[in-house]
């Protein structure tokens, strides 16, 4: 089955740890973007790669890293410079990466909810 | 000002009913619409696009004011199953980055 998967479901965070999620699709697509969730909120992106090898910062990328070394594959890095990281992250892809009409809906992951102890 | 915003309800309906949710975007360069479906806890899911001729699924009809700048979706006949959270969707000038609003809640009782 095609689809996009993310790991873990549930991540627990002490204070000044690094914890990456992983966000893996078999979809082909060129694509892929993160986003987090608060309760009461709209998602809100922070950092998108249009093709493999490159990647852009959202609005909130701040406390975040990310890299794209294989079209599959976008894992994001939540530091310790993220004051507040608790939140539901969501990853999500799209077929097309460079601009251009059509084609870039975007379809997502389960998430996964971080909480920090 | 959001970029994106929508009514958060919730709207209560009883099943039957037809029910229009509304909202508005900011950027008039988006060139893409969307809405989602999020359910309690679970990831967004595409219900349709939006296109500027209007667009109809089965129940659900969406309709673009590119004038007024705003996006809405009618459903007709809700069924208990539409309970769920609604997402508006705006591209971001380009294609590629979307803009979410908060979600419009959706209740529908029997």
């Known amino acids: 089955d095609g689809g996009i998967t993310q790991s873990p479901k549930y991540l627990f965070r002490k204070e000044g740890q690094n914890v990456t999620l992983s966000c893996e699709q078999n979809?082909?697509?060129?694509?892929m973007y993160w986003y987090r969730q608060d309760p009461g909120q709209g998602l809100r992106l922070i950092y998108y790669?249009?093709?493999?090898?490159?990647?852009q910062k959202g609005d909130i990328a701040e406390g975040y890293s990310v890299s794209r070394e294989k079209k599959e594959s976008f894992p994001l890095t939540v530091t310790s410079a993220q004051k507040n990281p608790t939140a539901f992250y969501l990853c999500?892809?799209?077929?097309?990466?460079?601009?251009?009409?059509?084609?870039?809906?975007?379809?997502f992951g389960p998430g996964t909810r971080l909480t920090v102890l | 000002r959001k970029e994106v915003e929508q009514d958060p309800g919730p709207f209560n309906v009883p099943e039957g009913a037809t029910v229009a949710f509304n909202c508005t975007y900011s950027?008039?360069?988006?060139?893409?619409f969307f809405w989602y479906r999020q359910d309690c806890r679970k990831e967004p899911k595409l219900l349709m696009s939006?296109?500027?001729s209007g667009n109809e699924d089965g129940r659900f009809t969406a309709q673009l004011n590119r004038a007024s700048q705003y996006i809405s979706l009618l459903i007709r006949d809700s069924k208990l199953s539409d309970s769920a959270t609604y997402l508006c969707?705006?591209?971001?000038?380009?294609?590629?980055?979307?803009?979410f609003g908060a979600g419009t809640r959706l209740a529908v009782h029997p």
């Open positions: 950027n008039s360069a988006s060139q893409s």
């Open positions: 969707v705006a591209s971001s000038g380009g294609y590629n980055k979307l803009i």
């Open positions: 979809l082909n697509h060129d694509a």
């Open positions: 999500a892809s799209s077929i097309r990466g460079l601009a251009g009409a059509g084609d870039n809906e975007q379809f």
């Open positions: 790669s249009q093709i493999v090898n490159d990647f």
């Open positions: 939006v296109y500027s």
